[in-house]
């Protein structure tokens, strides 16, 4: 049995690194994980208030609240994204994963909608 040359043995090399790369771009755990720590940050500072008839909008103290979580999201993102490689995978995983937990948590689809968005725009 012959030894493989080199130039054969740098095609596989070549070919197993691609392989990997190609699985690593699957892999989307963390963007996931970190979909449900943002919407859970939004949960618990700023819980869904429901609105009484009679309100037209949420409290001032409330709006200030929920544009302070948005603000913190956001610084929160752009350390996630220094660490971590986002491709389309990746961001869409990390906006379904954020919207179903904010939904789970009993807000609106609307605020879902808007907010999953947003959480995505940011992610360019």
């Known amino acids: 049995m012959s030894k493989p040359n080199s130039s054969s043995l740098k095609i596989f090399l070549r070919i197993e690194c691609c392989h990997i ?8 755990t963390e963007a996931k994980n970190f979909g449900v720590e943002m919407a859970e940050l939004i949960s618990h500072r700023t819980p869904y208030e429901v609105k009484n008839k009679n309100q037209e909008r949420l409290t001032k103290n409330y709006e200030k609240r929920h544009l302070a979580t948005l603000v913190l ?3 929160r993102l752009e350390n996630f994204k220094k660490n971590n490689r986002l491709n389309v995978y990746t961001k869409a995983q990390l906006g379904s994963s954020f919207k179903y937990a904010l939904l789970d948590s009993g807000y609106e689809p609307e605020f879902c909608n808007q907010t999953t968005t947003w959480l995505l725009l940011k992610c360019k």
Do not use: H
């Not at 790369?21 to 989307?28: E, H, P, Q, V, Y």
């Open 21 to 28: 790369m190609f699985f690593k771009w699957f892999n989307a």
């Open 73 to 75: 999201i956001e610084k």
